[in-house]
């Protein structure tokens, strides 16, 4: 039996002696080699490996690892330098046994988009999560065999005269966008990184457009499904958790354009103002609001919610939503009827000219904001059809006063560098903080009048600021939050920066990671305006926070048309704040300071 099982083994390997196997791998995965079809106690011999004909050593590099006395040959991530041929080598006895490998580096994706004339489309190209991003992906399409021309961008992202835009400079999505296109387009594009290194490679082709089909809202006219079980509390429960996870997407996608920054958004204002725009979105674009708000689709009582949540912050916020739209236009009377019960806003005819127009929004918004944003947009386009804005103003006091007399302390910022700051102080502050390992920050939890709170978390470090950032998740905020509930206020020295914050963030970028370009695009509002297509021009929004010595003082607008003790908490290094509703259980403003 021995003898047989060694004749079988010995005509495998002399099989294996002519095998060679030719693989197509892409860029970025894992891929490991065997060099058998099979480990037998009669190989005593290491194998040995080569690539492109060089011996290859026990250790060779990070990515390219030889295993098990040689049985195996492990290569993670793949790149185009590991394209050739691998040959594994066996000695045994008098007899060599050799395996070879050609492999062939594909990009990481590839993509076929067929597309009308006159159309917009997408490139899509993404660099590895782990990369650090410090030059914007080459966008090239193929001329000829081994030939290829650069495509060159617009400086401004989003410039309207430019048909070939990179949509998100210096991110991680290097996708860009051909509006309008022509037959010439045609061909195929290659994505690489500044290294060389294909990232994808999409072929497009572009046909002739069909002749246009009239527009037609059909059955999407029907006014948005009334909520029928407004009694029930699951209804306020999701939109608190929807609220939280919406308001973490939020800031991590902004922080990703914005990294030595000070951020402020208020994600109730932003989510306000989806929710009422979701109130008029049917088909794809209410599906795509949904996913947004990260709410359940056809959750019927999100706009009952929302106007529940307004009542229940009444003592301590001010929400305000309101429309303008074109004189010509007759929006539906549901939508102006459910838009009037769920959001207090009246739908406003625009005036005549431009500056009529760009003094009552500016008015508008001065009210809302108790003046404190009198100026939000410059001018108000004539082509300007629909404009939705959102504004909200807050004002809580300490519910613990500070000492009043002024003081300085010098704020160390993120590039080493010290700024001496007025600073407000109290020696035994009844504050509950503790240290929060999945947050990897000390928490604190400021009382305001309102019922409300403000969360400061303050990295260990100056420098841990991005460790904070990247552990920021729904989940661990959360769990954070019901800790605090448990920590009895103690005794605490505390110091904290006067701060004036005044920042308006990207949002054209913003409503695009959120998934949302159809907006901008083809819209489909037909339970707003069924007589004609509507595409969103212009997203705007804009938040003031005021940190002193009595309180926090926070609004916001927003637009769319279309080594520490416990006993110590010294905030003189960047920081993240939360502004939380205790009686809504939802998050009104977030932010980070790294420059007060």
């Not at 041929?85 to 076929?112: E, G, H, P, W």
């Not at 990369?131 to 021309?149: C, F, H, P, R, V």
């Not at 074109?326 to 459910?338: A, G, R, V, Y």
């Not at 990671?513 to 595409?535: I, P, Q, T, W």
């Amino acid at each position: 039996m021995r003898f047989q099982a060694t004749l079988c083994f010995l005509l495998q390997l002399i099989f294996e002696h002519s095998l060679c196997t030719h693989l197509q791998v892409t860029s970025g995965s894992s891929l490991e080699l065997p060099c058998l079809s099979a480990v037998t106690e009669f190989i005593t011999a290491p194998a040995s490996w080569t690539f492109n004909g060089v011996n290859l050593s026990a250790a060779v590099s990070d990515s390219v690892r030889i295993k098990r006395d040689g049985l195996y040959l492990s290569i993670s991530p793949i790149t185009a330098a590991h394209q050739g041929q691998y040959a594994c080598l066996v000695k045994y006895i008098n007899m060599d046994i050799v395996r070879t490998y050609d492999i062939a580096v594909i990009a990481s994706f590839a993509y076929d988009i067929n597309a009308a004339q006159g159309s917009t489309i997408y490139l899509p190209c993404y660099f590895p999560h782990s990369s650090q991003i410090l030059a914007n992906a080459l966008w090239y399409k193929e001329t000829g065999i081994g030939q290829k021309t650069l495509l060159h961008f617009s400086k401004e992202p989003l410039d309207e005269l430019e048909r070939v835009q990179q949509i998100y400079p210096l991110d991680q999505d290097q996708s860009v966008k051909f509006t309008n296109v022509l037959m010439e387009d045609s061909g195929t594009y290659r994505c690489e990184s500044p290294e060389g290194e294909e990232l994808s490679v999409v072929r497009v082709t572009v046909k002739v457009a069909p002749t246009p089909v009239p527009y037609s809202c059909g059955e999407w006219t029907a006014a948005w499904n009334p909520c029928h079980d407004q009694e029930d509390h699951t209804g306020e429960a999701v939109l608190q958790e929807s609220m939280a996870e919406f308001s973490m997407k939020l800031y991590s996608f902004v922080r990703e354009s914005q990294l030595s920054n000070n951020l402020l958004l208020s994600p109730l204002s932003i989510s306000a103002l989806l929710s009422h725009l979701l109130l008029g979105a049917r088909d794809i674009t209410q599906r795509a609001i949904e996913r947004a708000l990260a709410v359940p689709h056809d959750f019927s009582c999100v706009h009952f919610q929302m106007a529940k949540l307004r009542e229940k912050l009444a003592s301590s916020l001010q929400m305000s939503s309101q429309i303008y739209y074109h004189p010509k236009m007759i929006l539906s009377e549901s939508f102006t009827n459910q838009s009037i019960q769920f959001y207090e806003s009246v739908p406003t005819r625009l005036l005549e000219t431009s500056e009529e127009n760009t003094y009552m929004i500016n008015s508008w918004v001065a009210n809302k904001t108790n003046n404190k944003i009198q100026h939000l947009v410059d001018s108000v386009s004539p082509s300007t059809q629909l404009m939705f804005l959102n504004a909200v103003s807050f004002k809580g006091q300490w519910k613990l006063k500070f000492n009043l007399k002024p003081r300085k302390a010098l704020f160390s910022k993120l590039n080493g560098d010290l700024v001496s700051v007025p600073v407000f102080h109290h020696r035994d502050y009844l504050l509950a903080t503790m240290i929060d390992n999945a947050l990897k920050a000390q928490v604190g939890r400021f009382a305001l009048t309102g019922d409300s709170s403000l969360y400061i978390l303050l990295p260990n470090a100056v420098y841990d600021m991005q460790l904070v950032e990247d552990s920021m998740t729904y989940d661990t905020l959360r769990q954070m939050m019901d800790k605090m509930k448990t920590v009895v206020p103690q005794k605490t020295e505390v110091t904290l920066p006067q701060i004036k914050l005044d920042v308006e963030p990207d949002m054209f970028m913003l409503m695009k990671k959120l998934g949302l370009s159809s907006l901008f695009e083809d819209a489909n509002l037909c339970g707003l305006y069924s007589e004609d297509r509507l595409v969103l021009d212009d997203v705007r929004h804009r938040g003031l926070l005021a940190l002193t010595e009595h309180g926090v003082e926070a609004v916001a607008v927003t637009s769319t048309t279309f080594s520490r003790t416990y006993n110590s908490f010294s905030a003189l290094h960047p920081f993240i704040f939360l502004l939380w509703s205790d009686r809504a259980n939802v998050p009104l403003f977030v932010g980070r300071v790294v420059e007060p």
